[in-house]
């Protein structure tokens, strides 16, 4: 960007949000870095001008609170997610019951063995 005015940095800011809330939508989290840097960048030049009007950057903390939204509830589904799949790692390893006295037990299950082959 060769136009560094407010406005021209405001513009290219509120552009990064919109890519960024397609990207968390879509689910395509590979992008979220990039835009990440370019927004970090964006934001350090704005934050070196010192008669910027709060007023102007209204538009834009909307959409980074709702970034910041759909970005919270993407690591919520990834922490699920991760948590499922170590839950049934778990089970596969095999299945603790108690009996009457409270004592634990394990069984064991052959299939913890194998390599599960999906096509």
Do not use: C, F, H, W
């Not at 060769?2 to 968390?24: F, H, K, V, W, Y």
């Not at 840097?37 to 903390?61: F, G």
């Not at 948590?83 to 299939?111: F, H, I, N, P, Q």
Request: glycine share 6%; no cysteine.
């Amino acid at each position: 960007m060769t136009d560094l005015t407010p406005q021209s940095l405001i513009e290219e800011l509120d552009n990064i949000l919109d890519q960024e809330r397609g990207a968390l939508v879509r689910g395509e989290l590979d992008q979220i870095q990039d835009l990440l840097v370019r927004k970090e960048a964006v934001i350090a030049q704005l934050n070196m001008i010192e008669n910027l009007e709060r007023s102007t950057l209204s538009k834009v903390q909307t959409k980074v609170s709702r970034n910041q939204e759909l970005l919270n509830s993407a690591m919520e589904g990834i922490r699920s997610v991760a948590a499922r799949m170590s839950e049934l790692r778990r089970v596969k390893k095999g299945l603790d019951v108690y009996d009457s006295a409270g004592r634990k037990s394990r069984y064991g299950t052959a299939m913890g063995q194998r390599l599960e082959k999906r096509s």
